[in-house]
């Protein structure tokens, strides 16, 4: 009786490990891919994804989308309307399906998934009833660009992006795209004005259970791997999924060969990624950062701000090592300025040195930035005696640098400058295979 058990148990663990491995190679991609634009017309460089959004009785078009890595939930330029108002929905524009006040993923982004820590926000976004129909879920949204608060109301929605096998768009003609139906909020197109043009939307890559990578299924929400460039008139690259990821011209170097992974830390109050500091070396000098420094990774600060007075040892070391250089008059927000070009310029790295000895390198491209035709500098920020995080880690330091979220055991793979390796985040092959 006990032997005729255990070969049952055996073989329905069988069973079942096979069912899984049909599953798992039944699957003809590995990954989804949207490319990454970089703004500079707004108050700030701004990065932005471009996601397919359906509208008009399922017509697809591409829309862009800020890249957040921090906020609890999607909002864009849209209008809730019930299935039974469809028709009213006007030309080009979004009209999801609203959530109602009464479904429990209201109440949980009200309370708890929320933007946080906002004094412009009223404490309670208040009810709003949708005629005939019955009571939306208003919710505070915080314009990533002027900090301000708004309104939108929460919806269910429909994004699709394209299947990759880490080389190509959609892997084959049938499994083109993948749609995902997250619950995201709509705001009116005001609500945008301080947006780059034609980006209409904040994108959650956040830990919120509201945010984008949440609702992927498996292996998609495996992990988020960034790739921004550094020129607006470029591409660069995101995925969601496992890898591999290749790009050109390399065409057989899988990009996961190139990083260094760091444990990310959590932080009581913030969907953000975090991630621990332990010394910053310029030129074999280690300038000491105080004990569990942690730096905050942010999609929205252009550059990486540190805290007063590890911010002046920096500058310190740093103009000791560029002495032969030419100082200009400091452009804010930068403290220290050359009169020198950019190209062709060689400035010693700057290392974070983090957990385990792994070192993050920024080299000339992402320490130096060109600010007039004569005047370029060093791309850091005072960020005050007592701003906390000591550090955020910002774009001009992730430009040109693979980065690995994995959110499924919750590590950073980063590559450090990819132009060491001979390529960039442009370097992605968008280029459409020919599938229908
Ligand atoms: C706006 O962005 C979308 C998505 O990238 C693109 O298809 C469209 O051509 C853009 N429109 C303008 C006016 O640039
Ligand atoms: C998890 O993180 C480690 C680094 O700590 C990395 O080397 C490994 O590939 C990751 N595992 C998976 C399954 O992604
Ligand atoms: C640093 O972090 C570790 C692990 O989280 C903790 O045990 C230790 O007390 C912290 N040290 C300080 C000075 O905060």
Request: proline share 8%; hydrophobic share 35%.
């Amino acid at each position: 009786m006990y032997l005729l058990l255990q070969l049952l148990v055996t073989v329905l663990t069988f069973m079942s490990h096979g069912h899984v491995a049909i599953i798992v190679y039944a699957q003809p991609y590995t990954s989804v891919v949207a490319p990454i634009k970089k703004h500079i017309d707004a108050a700030k460089p701004l990065y932005s994804v471009e996601i397919i959004t359906t509208y008009d009785q399922n017509k697809h078009s591409p829309a862009n989308f800020l890249i957040d890595i921090d906020a609890p939930f999607i909002w864009h330029d849209c209008i809730v309307l019930a299935e039974s108002y469809k028709t009213n929905c006007p030309s080009n524009t979004l009209c999801p399906s609203p959530m109602s006040c009464e479904d429990y993923q209201c109440d949980d982004v009200r309370t708890i998934y929320s933007y946080k820590n906002n004094p412009s926000c009223p404490e309670d976004p208040g009810h709003t009833s949708l005629g005939g129909w019955g009571c939306a879920c208003p919710v505070n949204v915080v314009d990533p660009v002027t900090s301000s608060c708004g309104q939108a109301l929460l919806n269910y929605d429909d994004f699709t992006m394209y299947t990759s096998d880490g080389r190509k768009v959609g892997v084959d003609a049938f499994n083109k795209f993948y749609g995902a139906n997250p619950n995201a909020a709509c705001a009116p197109s005001s609500s945008f004005a301080s947006f780059p043009a034609n980006v209409s939307g904040v994108m959650a890559f956040s830990s919120s259970p509201y945010a984008f990578p949440a609702y992927l299924y498996q292996p998609l929400k495996k992990s988020l791997a960034l790739c921004i460039p550094s020129k607006p008139s470029d591409r660069g690259v995101l995925f969601f999924g496992t890898g591999p990821y290749y790009l050109l011209p390399q065409l057989n170097v899988d990009v996961r060969s190139y990083l260094s992974y760091t444990p990310l830390v959590k932080r009581e109050g913030s969907f953000g990624y975090f991630i621990n500091v332990n010394g910053i070396v310029i030129k074999t000098r280690s300038i000491n950062v105080p004990t569990n420094t942690t730096a905050k990774l942010s999609t929205l600060d252009p550059y990486t701000t540190l805290r007063t007075d590890i911010y002046k040892s920096v500058v310190r070391r740093f103009s000791m090592v560029t002495k032969r250089l030419h100082y200009a008059k400091p452009i804010a927000p930068f403290g220290l300025c050359y009169s020198t070009s950019t190209t062709g310029l060689k400035v010693p790295d700057i290392d974070f040195i983090l957990p385990n000895g792994k070192k993050w390198t920024i080299s000339t491209t992402n320490s130096i930035k060109q600010v007039t035709n004569k005047v370029a500098c060093l791309a850091f920020v005072d960020g005050g005696a007592t701003s906390e995080p000591e550090i955020v880690i910002g774009t001009f330091q992730f430009e040109d640098n693979f980065l690995e979220f994995n959110l499924q055991n919750s590590t950073l793979g980063f590559s450090s400058s990819l132009l060491r390796k001979k390529t960039s985040c442009t370097n992605f092959n968008f280029t459409p295979t020919g599938n229908p």
